[in-house]
């Protein structure tokens, strides 16, 4: 039997976790879309971020 065990975090727990950084990751989309332009960098950066948040829904769909 291995020394630690595998913990599993409540899904309440884990719904206000996800919601938090889905809300963090909206705020950010929000501002960096609220720009006239972005730098080729920033494109990347709001294209990554859109993809995480898209993850963090997903995930919050299956906590319940």
């Given at each position: 039997m291995?020394?630690?065990?595998?913990?599993t975090i409540?899904?309440?727990?884990?719904k206000s976790h996800l919601?938090?950084?889905?809300?963090?990751?909206?705020?950010?989309?929000?501002?960096l879309d609220s720009r006239m332009s972005l730098t080729p960098a920033e494109e990347l950066e709001l294209h990554q971020l859109k993809k995480e948040k898209l993850h963090a829904k997903d995930a919050l769909r299956e906590v319940g």
């Open positions: 291995p020394k630690h065990a595998a913990r409540p899904p309440e727990r884990q919601e938090k950084k889905h809300a963090a990751l909206s705020e950010r989309v929000a501002a």
